[in-house]
Nanobody, 123 residues
């Protein structure tokens, strides 16, 4: 069955870095767009970044220049490198699979979701 499992979250100080992983199974992730989303306490879930099936990347404005998405097809895994973290980046981060040519983060198009990994940025 299709499964996405996130890992790599944790507690980090402002300015620090984390690398999140999204291990995919039951499907070839390179044939899908893989999106990263986050939900902070009391807020709606929002899109962060994605990598499409052809490698096109997209970033939400507030993370441009700080976050980087990549994929390792041999490991069927997508990564999200989080740099220069801020307290406002604190959230549960989710990965999700959507249509191969997706280049935006409309959540309704992403049909398969992971369980999330907590990122907390605090001193």
């Amino acid at each position: 069955q299709i499964e996405l499992v996130e890992s790599g979250g944790g507690l980090v100080q402002p300015g620090g870095s984390l690398k999140l992983s999204c291990v995919c199974s039951g499907f070839a992730s390179w044939n899908y767009a893989i999106g990263w989303f986050r939900q902070a306490p009391g807020r709606e879930r929002e899109g962060v970044s994605l990598i499409s099936g052809d490698g096109t990347t997209f970033y939400e404005e507030s993370v441009k220049g700080r976050f980087a998405v990549s994929r390792d097809n041999a490991r069927n895994t997508v990564f999200l490198q989080l740099n220069s973290l801020k307290p406002e980046d604190t959230a549960v981060y989710y990965c999700a699979a959507g249509p191969r040519t997706m280049v935006d983060l409309r959540q309704s198009y992403f049909g398969y979701w992971g369980q999330g990994t907590q990122v907390t940025v605090s001193s």
